[in-house]
């Protein structure tokens, strides 16, 4: 597609519950980034891939957070047993190339309240 | 760790008038990148900084990498009504591609 886009736009789930997040980037982007985006606050890198490759995964919260891009295409981010604090905007970005430094794309994110 | 401080935190302004924000750091970086996000979308980025004393404009929209690499400015120039929303600086962290961000300054226009 033209933009990156990302599914659901919003999901309420109850504390406890695993949730899965989709981010499709754009069409032969290499670099794919996921943020979370706290209410008023700048997001917060969570991880970042390669293609396939998992490069840096230092901003995940915690163990409950799983990212995966098997083909080096579409992204998914799971979460597991999740917590009020797991609320937010999580976003999702991509790039043409590995050098690229700071001209992603981003998707419009998918709203994520814990309740 | 590493912060980005921007400023000032909100603005309210009139149609046509001329805005100024910030941010700066305590460390320096190679990068400044000011970005726009409107309510409900994910940022957009507006002007990308690379080299320190470079002054680039989009529009009517200018910002500076500052000489000491550790500020920038961006200034909107008779703004309008779709001016309105968040922006935010954001920066490489060394030769990491994650960003860094500010905390936003938040842009509402009276028309």
């Known amino acids: 597609g033209a933009g990156v886009s990302q599914s659901p736009r919003y999901k309420v789930a109850k504390r406890g519950q695993d949730v899965a997040l989709r981010c499709d980037p754009i069409s032969g982007h290499v670099s794919l980034f996921w943020y979370q985006q706290a209410l008023g606050q700048g997001p917060e890198f969570l991880t970042y891939?390669?293609?396939?490759?998992?490069?840096?995964k230092s901003g995940l919260p915690s163990d409950r957070f799983f990212a995966e891009r098997p083909e080096g295409s579409v992204s998914t981010l799971k979460i597991q047993r999740t917590q009020q604090e797991d609320s937010a905007v999580y976003l999702c970005?991509?790039?043409?190339?590995?050098?690229?430094?700071?001209?992603?794309?981003f998707g419009s994110g998918t709203r994520l309240t814990v309740v | 760790g590493q912060q980005l401080n921007q400023s000032p935190q909100s603005m309210f302004i009139q149609e046509g008038e001329d805005v100024s924000m910030n941010c700066t750091s305590s460390?320096?970086?190679?990068?400044w990148l000011w970005y726009k996000q409107d309510p409900g979308e994910g940022p957009v980025l507006l002007i990308a900084l690379y080299k320190a004393g470079e002054l680039t404009s989009n529009g009517r929209l200018t910002a500076q990498f500052g000489i000491t690499r550790k500020d920038s400015f961006l200034n909107i120039s008779a703004s309008i009504p779709s001016d309105v929303g968040i922006y935010f600086c954001?920066?490489?962290?060394?030769?990491?591609?994650?960003?860094?961000w500010g905390l936003g300054t938040s842009l509402a226009v009276n028309p």
């Open positions: 891939f390669q293609n396939e490759a998992q490069l840096d």
């Open positions: 460390s320096i970086f190679n990068t």
């Open positions: 970005a991509s790039s043409l190339t590995s050098r690229t430094t700071g001209g992603y794309t």
């Open positions: 954001a920066t490489n962290a060394g030769n990491n591609r994650k960003l860094i």
